[in-house]
């Protein structure tokens, strides 16, 4: 590469690179070329999500509170401009652009097999230059509102958040990402601008490229069409969240053939995000408790409790909030609940196996290298682990160095049953009726 100001990452055990570059706008940019890809991955994305309702700002004095559902808002309305809609803008050159909002993070995106920097300059140029009116702003609440309705009547969106009233007291993570009707027809325009000019500063916001890109043009480019940022830094704001949960068991009914759960466990959270040694531990043991190939899961899935489309575990975690879960579709998500808390007593108990461990670490390392094949999921670890301050590579190498003992330990740390809730969703009573 020719721009000095690009720094090469290589990881000696894949044999892969990437290169950073702390733009003089305030952005941070990661180019991971693959020369042999045919597509090109991108994202432009800000540390920036629904629990993001309460903050500071390091140049003013006081707290700002803002509508729940304001980032989600947001991010439909960066799409819009005086020029046009930044959809038809990238019809035009055959990519397949997107956007989501979680918890903690809004990301921009495109993929494409050919003209990338022009799909990059409609990037960079649509999410610097937000257009708010009160007329277009009224017109989204509507949309949204729709949004808003459908989610609630979607049973796989309704068991998770149920989960999550029961266990968080008061952290916002217990809160629909989209808001409610309510909330979102608080919003103005002035308070969408209020959070862009917060938020959308590059100081806090990545951008990331992984594919058939060439790194010295994605630099000209960010020189040409970045805006520089001033260096405001963000306190969030949460309420004091107790170590207890609000209730262990929540159901709901709705029409579906089978009940679905939710089973998790609120996590301690104290001494802030966790190393990529600690994500990785923390996976592999969720790995040997719940694989398809566990005694946990033959025994669920030989008593016909659950079946292998639906079944699922994960860890996840942010600002203020972390918690491991088991989810999916059984005839009886209490029996299922009861198996998982004996699997976990009993590893605990008796010691887990140096074969399980092994099995599981080199199941997930051969995943993680696996994911280094997709520029898709390149990006998307890259920006994921990068707003909580880790890399992928330190990521991917910590699966070489974890023991079985520091697997052990994590089972002793996570997973209390005085922290677990179960949430059920239930056949509604007509449906029941129709199919006996």
């Given at each position: 590469m020719?721009?000095?100001?690009?720094r090469?990452?290589?990881?000696?055990?894949?044999?892969?690179?990437y290169?950073?570059?702390?733009?003089?706008?305030g952005?941070?940019i990661?180019?991971?070329p693959k020369?042999?890809?045919?597509?090109?991955?991108?994202i432009?994305?800000?540390h920036?999500?629904?629990?993001d309702?309460?903050?500071?700002?390091?140049?003013e004095?006081?707290?700002?509170?803002v509508p729940?559902?304001?980032?989600?808002y947001?991010?439909?309305?960066?799409?819009?401009?005086?020029q046009?809609?930044?959809?038809?803008?990238?019809a035009k050159?055959?990519?397949?652009?997107?956007?989501?909002?979680?918890?903690?993070?809004?990301?921009?995106?495109?993929?494409?097999?050919?003209?990338v920097?022009?799909?990059?300059?409609i990037?960079?140029?649509f999410?610097?230059d937000?257009?708010?009116?009160?007329e277009?702003?009224?017109?989204e609440?509507?949309?949204?509102?729709?949004?808003?309705?459908?989610y609630?009547?979607?049973?796989?969106?309704?068991?998770m958040?149920?989960?999550?009233e029961?266990?968080y007291?008061?952290?916002?993570?217990?809160?629909?990402?989209?808001?409610?009707?309510e909330s979102?027809?608080?919003?103005t325009p002035?308070?969408?601008?209020?959070?862009?000019?917060?938020f959308?500063?590059?100081?806090n916001?990545t951008?990331?490229?992984?594919?058939?890109?060439?790194?010295?043009?994605?630099?000209e480019?960010?020189?040409r069409v970045?805006?520089?940022?001033?260096?405001?830094?963000?306190?969030?704001?949460?309420?004091?969240?107790?170590?207890?949960?609000?209730?262990p068991?929540?159901e709901?009914?709705?029409?579906v053939?089978m009940p679905?759960?939710?089973?998790?466990?609120k996590?301690?959270?104290s001494?802030?995000f966790?190393?990529?040694?600690?994500?990785?531990?923390?996976?592999?043991l969720?790995?040997?408790i719940a694989?398809d190939a566990?005694?946990?899961?033959?025994k669920?899935?030989?008593?016909?409790?659950?079946?292998?489309?639906?079944?699922s575990?994960?860890?996840?975690?942010?600002?203020?909030f972390?918690?491991?879960?088991?989810g999916?579709?059984?005839?009886d998500?209490k029996?299922?609940?009861?198996?998982i808390?004996?699997?976990?007593?009993f590893?605990?108990?008796?010691?887990?196996?140096?074969?399980?461990?092994?099995?599981?670490?080199k199941?997930?390392?051969?995943?993680?290298?696996?994911?280094?094949?997709?520029s898709?999921?390149i990006?998307?670890s890259?920006?994921t682990?990068?707003?909580?301050?880790?890399?992928l590579f330190?990521y991917?190498?910590s699966f070489?160095e974890i023991?079985?003992?520091?697997?052990?330990?994590?089972?002793?740390?996570?997973?209390?049953?005085?922290?677990?809730?179960l949430?059920?969703?239930?056949?509604?009573e007509?449906?029941?009726?129709?199919?006996?």
């Open positions: 020719n721009d000095k100001r690009l090469k990452v290589e990881s000696p055990r894949t044999g892969d690179y290169y950073t570059c702390h733009h003089e706008s952005l941070e990661t180019i991971y020369t042999k890809f045919r597509t090109t991955y991108a432009f994305g800000t920036y999500g629904s629990i309702s309460s903050f500071k700002r390091s140049d004095e006081s707290i700002t509170n729940d559902g304001i980032a989600h947001l991010e439909h309305k960066m799409f819009e401009s005086e046009g809609d930044a959809f038809e803008r990238y050159t055959g990519a397949n652009a997107n956007a989501f909002t979680s918890f903690d993070k809004t990301c921009y995106l495109f993929s494409c097999a050919e003209r920097n022009e799909n990059l300059e990037l960079l140029d999410v610097q937000p257009y708010f009116t009160a277009t702003v009224a017109k609440q509507g949309i949204i509102g729709q949004e808003i309705k459908m609630d009547d979607e049973p796989g969106w309704r068991v958040f149920n989960m999550l029961c266990m007291h008061n952290h916002p993570v217990k809160k629909d990402v989209c808001g409610t009707v979102i027809a608080q919003i002035e308070l969408l601008y209020s959070c862009y000019n917060t959308y500063n590059l100081n916001m951008l990331v490229l992984a594919g058939n890109v060439n790194p010295d043009e994605v630099l480019i960010c020189d970045l805006k520089k940022s001033e260096d405001v830094t963000i306190e969030r704001i949460f309420e004091e969240e107790p170590d207890t949960i609000v209730k068991y929540i709901q009914k709705f029409s053939a679905l759960f939710q089973f998790g466990f996590e301690n959270v001494g802030g966790q190393s990529e040694k600690d994500i990785a531990t923390t996976e592999i969720l790995e040997i694989s566990s005694p946990l899961f033959l669920l899935y030989n008593e016909e409790l659950i079946n292998e489309a639906s079944f575990y994960e860890f996840f975690e942010g600002d203020g972390a918690c491991t879960m088991f999916g579709e059984s005839r998500p029996r299922v609940a009861e198996e808390l004996r699997e976990i007593k590893l605990r108990e008796e010691g887990i196996s140096q074969d399980d461990f092994e099995v599981a670490k199941s997930l390392y051969g995943a993680n290298i696996q994911g280094l094949n997709s898709s999921a990006a998307n890259i920006v682990l990068g707003f909580s301050g880790r890399e330190r991917i190498d070489a023991t079985l003992e520091d697997v052990q330990n994590k089972l002793d740390e996570l997973m209390r049953e005085d922290r677990a809730v949430s059920v969703i239930l056949p509604s007509e449906l029941k009726s129709e199919g006996e």
